[in-house]
């Protein structure tokens, strides 16, 4: 079955700071997305990526930024954390194409203080 | 921007209850839609999806798409105290390999 690890689980992280969010999946899928799940708004999509090397913005990119350096590793980085971010953030990723499935790892709580 | 909207927040039933929960979106030229199920403190787990107009059936599982009305609907057979999720609706964006979630509905099956 389909593989999707996130570290850490949980993170508590001081206003300004930087904050690291790493992904890794084992499913050799090209497409990789980074969600925020917030209660009253669902899950919305921060950044996605087709592949090694390309990274798009999603609805709510700002104060975001990812990295995929390999196939199997995506990362979102915050380069000066604000409260309005914590969330649970979920890691997913798919084939490509319109039909395709995601599957998700299991999430990371970040709470910016 | 594709809107994806659930109904109803939340629902309570009797086990072996028949559930029905409902999904409209915005796209008529949207690809696919899934349902995925979400356990407390758990990521997403797709259920199934639909691509064409009608139904589809799988297990206790029946997904209706109505593209004209923009409508979706997702029916569970005799629920069980484990269906007790969120349940989300997901509708692919024509010609992207985006997706849009809606804010769910929280199903609980009481024993």
């Known amino acids: 079955e389909a593989a999707v690890t996130q570290s850490p689980r949980n993170k508590v992280a001081v206003t300004g700071g930087k904050v690291t969010l790493s992904c890794n999946q084992t499913?050799?899928?090209?497409?990789m997305y980074w969600y925020r799940q917030d209660t009253g708004h669902g899950l919305r999509l921060i950044h996605y990526s087709y592949g090694a090397g390309s990274t798009e913005k999603g609805d709510i990119p700002d104060g975001y930024k990812a990295s995929r350096p390999s196939q199997e590793n995506f990362s979102l980085i915050l380069e000066l954390a604000t409260p309005s971010q914590t969330s649970v953030y979920f890691c997913?990723?798919?084939?490509?194409?319109?039909?395709?499935?995601?599957?998700f790892g299991p999430g990371t709580r970040l709470t910016v203080l | 921007q594709e809107k994806v909207q659930q109904s109803p927040e939340s629902l309570i039933v009797p086990e072996g209850a028949m559930v029905s929960l409902n999904c409209s979106f915005s796209?008529?030229?949207?690809?696919s839609i899934w349902w995925y199920q979400q356990h407390p403190g758990k990521g997403p787990k797709a259920l199934i999806s639909i691509f064409s107009n009608g139904n589809k059936k799988e297990g206790r599982l029946t997904v209706y798409l109505n593209r004209a009305s923009l409508h979706v609907s997702l029916h569970i057979k005799d629920s069980q105290p484990s269906d007790s999720a969120v349940y989300l609706c997901a509708v692919s964006m024509a010609n992207t390999n985006k997706v849009v979630f809606g804010t769910g509905t929280r199903l609980q099956v009481l024993p």
């Open positions: 997913a990723s798919g084939d490509a194409g319109n039909y395709a499935e995601q599957f």
């Open positions: 499913n050799n899928h090209n497409n």
């Open positions: 796209d008529s030229a949207s690809q």
